[in-house]
């Protein structure tokens, strides 16, 4: 029986510390993603609104176009246009959010979310069987960066 002293939100933290940059940026989307797997149904709805409101004209736009990609009509680059027809989008709306609030982190002119942000606010609110599954991810994604590999 193996046996094991560390809870798996220390472990990820003890991991960032080990990455680089490029690793630290992708552990920042590892986090998201578990944490957007995370939530319950009944409050994606409105993490999708909230990390609407943060988007400027281009990022609507690009969500937009993988709205069309999912076939739900024809999608106009704007907030209201996605917030209403995001229910539409059944199995997809967690990959909907997902992409919603990676653009939020990519713009430099809006506040990102940090690493900081990520491994302070999100992961301890993640359950302990999401950072599980977010740990096993983590240790890819260090063998991967130790390793040199591209991506």
Known sequence: MPLCFIEPHDAVRVIADS???EGR??????ILHAWVDDLPEEQLSDHYVQALADLDQEDLHLLAAWHASLEVG????SMEFLAGVFQHLGDN?????????RFRGEEPSREPITERHALEVILPRLSRARAVELLHECLSLYAWDRMGTSN
């Not at 024809?74 to 680059?77: C, K």
């Not at 709306?93 to 609030?101: G, T």
């Open 74 to 77: 024809q999608p106009l680059p």
């Open 19 to 21: 990455l680089s940059r």
């Open 25 to 30: 940026r992708q552990l920042v989307d590892e």
């Open 93 to 101: 709306r967690r990959e909907a959010l997902k992409i919603a609030v």
